[in-house]
């Protein structure tokens, strides 16, 4: 049985959501855009192999972040000034902390996480 987790997220300007490698960030501009992205860099490796053949050594780069997770959902709705993002995923925290990172950088904050 897998632990699924319910992550609750927080955008505060989806306009500069940008990771630092313009090869791997996200590129789109609404919040539906941004959740495709983030579901489909966890239901996938593609976004891992992509940040992988990045690396000096890419054979030495820990293969437990190329976890996937092809039931991960993700949704996104604005709310006051800021975009707030469901992701319900059975990946531990690392996992879609690098997968956040690489996608919009260190623009989002977790709320609140709980099973789900």
Known sequence: MSNRNHFYLS???I???RGADPALSWQGSSPDDLAAALQESLR???LFER???TQPDPDEVD???AATD???TASAKVADLHVDID???DLPMRVVRARLGWLIGSSWQLRDMRAA
């Open 44 to 46: 996938g490796a593609g």
């Open 15 to 17: 306009r500069r959501a």
């Open 51 to 53: 940040w992988r053949a």
């Open 87 to 89: 992701l319900v995923t």
């Open 63 to 65: 293969t437990s972040l």
């Open 11 to 13: 955008v505060d300007d």
């Open 70 to 72: 092809p039931q991960a």
